[in-house]
């Protein structure tokens, strides 16, 4: 009922608009019906969510709207971590990491800000880069010898052949990465803005995905070097949230931002030979861990910003 009431008033004020302005002017009528419409730019003090950016009530200069343009000048401290990891098919069929290794990444960096004025849905293009240098190793672990009637073990000393010293066996296999990756991609998420005209409060949502990326890998083991490079469609994915706070009084805001990104596959240039897990071979009759060789890493990042920015 509330409905068919809102729906028999909306029509009954079109009636009397129109049949107040039958007998006037083309220009009275239009200016009428300008004064009529409402004005949904939110102006007030009180807090809202704001659909619509938010009217300004002082007039700028032409050099004002040039620095409004550009949103504003922030500076953002940032803890970043990334973990690689190669992986293998195991007999049962599923996948049994053979090698792992993380990195951290810290500091902080000078840009411009630029915060959501309104609510609503947002779609836009990206170009990503990623410069990623990390070690990933195999695991340590010592092969339990096997007890054999009339046998004994013999100590032996293991060196490097080129240098003479001694090493030890059990050492993991130790590769140095350089990852690089410039992709075009598409992110879509949310804005939810609300505030009043002393303070703005938002809260951001997106995810999005690398379309093409064209990768450089190289990988490095002592003075061994190999270099590959190459396209991959639809090679990585992220996910991202933000919140903040705006003063636009007092030209100050405040924001944190994480955000997570993953590359499922990054191919080496050739596989690269890890030890893996410790078997038994009957044949042999020993424990000892198989070679096992792969052709790429899971690549995980993690990012988390805190930011102050001076509002133009």
Same mark, same amino acid.
């Given at each position: 009922?509330?409905g068919?009431?809102?729906?028999?008033?909306?029509?009954?004020?079109?009636?009397?608009? %129109?049949?107040d302005?039958?007998?006037?002017?083309?220009?009275?009528?239009?200016?009428?019906?300008?004064?009529?419409? @409402?004005?949904?730019?939110p102006? &007030?003090?009180? %807090?809202?969510?704001l659909?619509?950016?938010r009217? /300004?009530t002082? @007039?700028?200069s032409?050099?004002?709207?040039?620095?409004? $343009?550009?949103?504003?000048?922030?500076?953002?401290?940032?803890?970043?971590?990334?973990?690689?990891?190669?992986?293998?098919?195991?007999?049962?069929?599923?996948?049994?990491?053979v090698?792992? =290794?993380?990195a951290?990444?810290?500091g902080?960096?000078?840009?411009?800000?630029?915060?959501?004025?309104?609510?609503?849905?947002?779609?836009? +293009?990206?170009?990503?880069?990623?410069?990623q240098?990390?070690?990933?190793?195999?695991?340590?672990? $010592?092969? +339990? +010898?096997?007890d054999?009637p009339?046998?004994?073990?013999? @100590?032996?000393?293991?060196? !490097?052949?080129?240098?003479?010293?001694?090493? !030890?066996?059990?050492?993991?296999?130790?590769?140095?990465?350089?990852?690089?990756?410039?992709?075009?991609?598409?992110?879509?998420?949310?804005?939810?803005?609300?505030?009043?005209?002393?303070?703005?409060?938002?809260?951001?949502?997106?995810?999005?995905?690398?379309?093409? /990326?064209?990768?450089?890998?190289?990988?490095?083991?002592?003075?061994?070097v190999?270099?590959?490079? &190459?396209?991959?469609?639809? &090679?990585?994915?992220?996910?991202?949230?933000?919140?903040g706070?705006?003063f @636009?009084?007092a030209? %100050?805001?405040?924001?944190a931002? =994480?955000?997570?990104?993953?590359?499922?596959?990054f191919?080496?240039?050739n596989?690269?030979? %890890?030890?893996?897990?410790?078997?038994?071979d009957?044949q042999k009759?020993?424990?000892?861990?198989?070679?096992?060789?792969?052709? &790429?890493?899971a690549?995980?990042t993690? /990012?988390?910003?805190?930011?102050?920015?001076?509002?133009?």
């Amino acid at each position: 009922m509330r409905g068919l009431f809102r729906l028999f008033a909306f029509f009954l004020v079109c009636f009397l608009a %129109f049949s107040d302005l039958s007998d006037a002017t083309p220009a009275e009528r239009a200016e009428a019906e300008t004064e009529a419409k @409402p004005d949904i730019t939110p102006t &007030g003090q009180g %807090f809202q969510v704001l659909w619509t950016p938010r009217k /300004e009530t002082a @007039p700028r200069s032409l050099w004002g709207k040039y620095l409004g $343009a550009l949103g504003g000048l922030k500076v953002t401290v940032f803890q970043g971590w990334a973990q690689v990891s190669s992986s293998v098919r195991s007999e049962e069929g599923g996948t049994r990491d053979v090698a792992s =290794g993380d990195a951290r990444t810290d500091g902080y960096r000078v840009s411009l800000f630029s915060a959501p004025r309104s609510s609503g849905f947002f779609i836009y +293009p990206t170009a990503d880069f990623l410069a990623q240098t990390i070690e990933i190793a195999d695991f340590r672990e $010592a092969v +339990p +010898p096997i007890d054999l009637p009339s046998a004994e073990e013999i @100590p032996a000393i293991v060196t !490097d052949p080129e240098t003479g010293e001694t090493v !030890d066996i059990t050492d993991p296999n130790t590769y140095r990465l350089y990852l690089r990756s410039l992709g075009i991609g598409q992110r879509a998420g949310f804005d939810f803005v609300a505030g009043s005209s002393w303070i703005e409060m938002y809260a951001t949502v997106e995810a999005g995905a690398n379309l093409v /990326e064209a990768r450089h890998a190289i990988v490095r083991l002592g003075d061994r070097v190999e270099r590959g490079a &190459g396209l991959k469609a639809l &090679g990585s994915f992220v996910g991202a949230g933000r919140v903040g706070f705006t003063f @636009p009084k007092a030209h %100050f805001a405040l924001s944190a931002t =994480g955000e997570l990104k993953t590359y499922p596959q990054f191919d080496y240039p050739n596989p690269v030979e %890890f030890r893996g897990a410790i078997a038994y071979d009957p044949q042999k009759e020993i424990n000892e861990r198989p070679r096992e060789f792969v052709r &790429g890493a899971a690549l995980d990042t993690a /990012e988390v910003t805190v930011s102050v920015s001076y509002v133009f």
